[in-house]
């Protein structure tokens, strides 16, 4: 299992629909992917769980996957809730 703390920085704004962006890219992957904030932890492929989740920047969420190419995934997850290119 591979996990990462992230603060969201989307101040880009590259996205109109940043929690649909982010379903689509965790969707991309095999392996078991969540997010955490406080006391809420959620599938990052289903849509509804990270709409309740939400993604506003300044939030510290705790990213974690597990799978065969859970370092892919922690990689592009953090680097699009970090503001960077995808």
Do not use: C, W
């Amino acid at each position: 299992m591979k996990d990462s703390n992230v603060t969201v920085n989307l101040t880009n704004k590259t996205d109109d629909h940043p929690v649909a962006m982010l379903v689509q890219i965790a969707s991309r992957f095999q392996s078991s992917i969540y997010m955490t904030e406080g006391s809420r932890r959620v599938n990052a492929k289903s849509i509804m769980g990270m709409m309740a989740l939400g993604i506003n920047n300044g939030a510290e969420l705790y990213v974690s996957a597990e799978g065969e190419d859970e370092e892919d995934a922690i990689s592009a997850i953090s680097g699009y809730l970090l503001g960077e290119a995808i």
